[in-house]
T-cell receptor
Framework: DAKTTQPPSMDCAEGRAANLPCNHS???????VYWYRQIHSQGPQYIIH???NNETNEMASLIITEDRKSSTLILPHATLRDTAVYYC?????????????????FGQGTILTVHP | GAGVSQSPRYKVAKRGQDVALRCDPI?????LFWYQQALGQGPEFLTY????????KSGLPSDRFFAERPEGSVSTLKIQRTQQEDSAVYLC????????????FGPGTRLTVT
């Protein structure tokens, strides 16, 4: 089961910041928070990830609370092309055959609609 | 560079037929994942390969599903005796490492079983 809770949908005006919240109250100390998005009829696209510190890249910023129980993905200037389902994922680290790997467990995500 | 490619993009099968779905990962990526996405749902993990070794097949829903990656590059997901509940988008993803590396997804194969 997904370890995260997200609102089912959000709206945002074009050019404004989109702030997408995520609750992950059961996150463990070594688990990362990953964000992906899925535009209609495409495969999911990686956006950003973080452990404790806030992170920023060319697509977005990730703000993680000090207790790590929640985070917010920020798209600073949303465009119509940012309309998508956004998934917040607590990254599962697993071991098999002496090898560590990560498995993505997607929830329902947040449908972000950016309107003109 | 080239991303993850999948073929066919669309497949219609009659119930009971066998299907084979192909994934070409990004060159050099050792990790390969298969996911199943039902309509209106998020993707669900099926299986994981590191090079040619299938290290995790815990998500395969039945023994009608199996996957292979014999040379550690191209992978094939095979579904035998397809059922209507197998209708979904099948996504392949690859990454360069085991942990802490983002997965790059292909466009998926939409399977419809009639």
């Amino acid at each position: 089961d997904a370890k995260t809770t997200q609102p089912p949908s959000m709206d945002c005006a074009e050019g404004r910041a989109a702030n997408l919240p995520c609750n992950h109250s059961t996150i463990s100390g070594n688990e990362y928070v990953y964000w992906y998005r899925q535009i209609h009829s495409q495969g999911p696209q990686y956006i950003i990830h973080g452990l404790k510190n806030n992170e920023t890249n060319e697509m977005a910023s990730l703000i993680i609370t000090e207790d790590r129980k929640s985070s917010t993905l920020i798209l600073p200037h949303a465009t119509l092309r940012d309309t998508a389902v956004y998934y917040c994922i607590v990254y599962d680290f697993l071991n098999a055959g002496g090898t560590s790997y990560g498995k993505l467990t997607f929830g329902q995500g947040t449908i972000l609609t950016v309107h003109p | 560079g080239a991303g993850v490619s999948q073929s066919p993009r669309y497949k219609v099968a009659k119930r009971g037929q066998d299907v084979a779905l192909r994934c070409d990962p990004i060159s050099g990526h050792v990790s390969l994942f298969w996911y199943q996405q039902a309509l209106g749902q998020g993707p669900e993990f099926l299986t994981y390969f590191q090079n040619e070794a299938q290290l995790d097949k815990s998500g395969l829903p039945s023994d009608r599903f199996f996957a292979e990656r014999p040379e550690g590059s191209v992978s094939t997901l095979k579904i035998q005796r397809t059922q209507q509940e197998d209708s979904a988008v099948y996504l392949c993803a690859s990454s360069s490492g085991g942990t802490g590396h983002e997965q790059y997804f292909g466009p998926g194969t939409r399977l419809t079983v009639t």
